[in-house]
């Protein structure tokens, strides 16, 4: 007997009932107007009360088989009634006491964002189900049939299971398993305050650290120190961490607002003063002389030099001096270096924790926190960032191997914008080169646009985020990702611990909204 195609025949099929099994209540069919990237539908009367926004469902159309279905999320939902229309007068505004329940006839309609094709294997009735989805490329026809997704199984089925875990879609239950092959290409956690990005981002953490080594800056020293503390990862204080002679001088040129024609001076400085401090010269005119020799001469201490205001002033003046500084120039270094607080340079003589130590113990202990509310003034905080930064692409130059490394950075609107320096280009040299180097970033903020270096964000491949603090975030976010006809109303309906999940970690691509897992207080 030979084998008939029914398809090619233009027979229609119903759906098959290993897939019907896998979806909950049929609520309505597909309207004229579908295209591949909407879908308006009707809603049956009685399903009314199930419709909301987010919610997943399958479309079966019978002319590509039935073994197919697309699939997509509510958006839209909107409430009709023949009777009580916006524009027209009836009698009920004035009497709304004989307005019964019986007298209305609504109805619901919705538009479908389609988010994939889901073909399915279905020859081996013993077999588990298996498919795979692609991308929306086909327009439903006016009538095919609209299944609500109750249960996670259709959506496993299609995209596999394995991956990373930070929540669940709250109305299937499915959790979407994240690619950690995509977070090379960079994370950012964006939300109102009070939204969950700090729980969220302890979670990306303890999921990240079982393919990575995680670094995470703790901005204010309560949201990640003290649950690491507790667990027994490494918190290094950031007032121990080493600073070179470049990320001191930019330091200290940031706190003091020093003009760019003066900045030379204030870099021979600390390096003179540092080498005294560090016994490597005796007084400034040894260090100014050997600066230009080839070779060194060890130095006899002929006193005890330490990092204060007043010994540091007298260093540099003394070094601007021999490089020919006027008085006037002189005078100025003396008012700009007094602006500095004394527990400034007093904090350069404290340090014995290396950037390398750091990298080191989250390789070591899988997470590693640097408590960055241990120091005082944003510039040394922004100079550690990125003097750890520094120290991991040091790294990778030597062994020029994948060094599989994760910075997280909170409150990055502090670290990632425009003007933060010099953690900001750091930070932005990790989103343009890093992910050949397993090289990645996380930034969480409760803004976009402007709390984001542009060169940061746009290099962002996959985004967390809420209710945003602006409205004009989300389009921000629209000119590099995929929004799916996620709107500002959408947003307003979130819960706290709710998240959009979009971009290239996303197994579906465009958004799903997530409910992240409960994070206990002393956990990840």
Known sequence: MIPVDVR??????????????????????????????????????????????????????EHLGNDVVLIGVLRFVTRYEPFLRRGIPNVYTSYPQALTNDLLAPFTNAY?????????ELEDESASVIGKIEPPVYAPHPGSRVYIITGPELLDAIVGGRGLRVGVHPFTGWSPPIDPEALKMHVGVFGATGMGKSRLVRRLAREASRHYAVIIFDHSGVDYAPVAEKLGYPVVPA??????????????????????????????????HDGLVKGKFSTPEQCL????????????????YTWNKEEFISTLLLVAKRLGARDTTLLKLRLYAERVPNYIYESF???????????????????????????EEIAAKRAIVAQVVDEAWKIIHETLQPINVAVFVDEAQHYACEYCRPSATRLEKIAREGRKWGLWLLVASQRVSRDIKPGIRANLGTVF?????????????????????????????????????????????????????HVPDDGF
């Open 112 to 120: 479908i964002e389609l988010y994939g094709v889901a073909r399915f």
């Open 349 to 375: 003589g404290g340090r014995d924790v290396s950037p390398r130590e750091i990298i080191q113990a989250a390789l070591d202990h899988n997470i590693v926190v640097v408590d960055l509310g241990r120091e």
């Open 239 to 272: 007032n121990r961490v080493q600073l070179d002679v470049i990320t001191m001088t930019e330091m200290l040129a940031e706190i003091m607002d020093v003009p760019s024609t003066l900045q030379d001076y204030v870099l021979a400085g600390v390096y003179c």
């Open 465 to 517: 985020f809420s209710r945003l603090q602006a409205t004009g975030d989300l389009q921000e976010l629209g000119g590099y990702l995929d929004l799916g006809n996620v709107t500002q109303a959408s947003l307003a309906m979130l819960d706290r611990r709710q998240f959009y999940l979009a971009g290239l970690a996303n197994p579906l691509r465009k958004p799903v909204l997530i409910q992240v897992e």
């Open 8 to 61: 090619k025949c233009g027979w229609k099929l119903p759906l098959h009932p290993r897939i019907r099994r896998m979806l909950g209540e049929e609520i309505g069919v597909v309207l004229s107007g579908a295209t591949s990237v909407t879908a308006p539908i009707a809603v049956r009367k009685e399903h009314a009360p199930l419709i909301r926004e987010d919610l997943m469902v399958a479309v079966h159309d």
């Open 289 to 304: 002389r050997e600066s230009y020799m080839t070779t060194r001469m060890s130095a006899q201490r002929s006193r005890q």
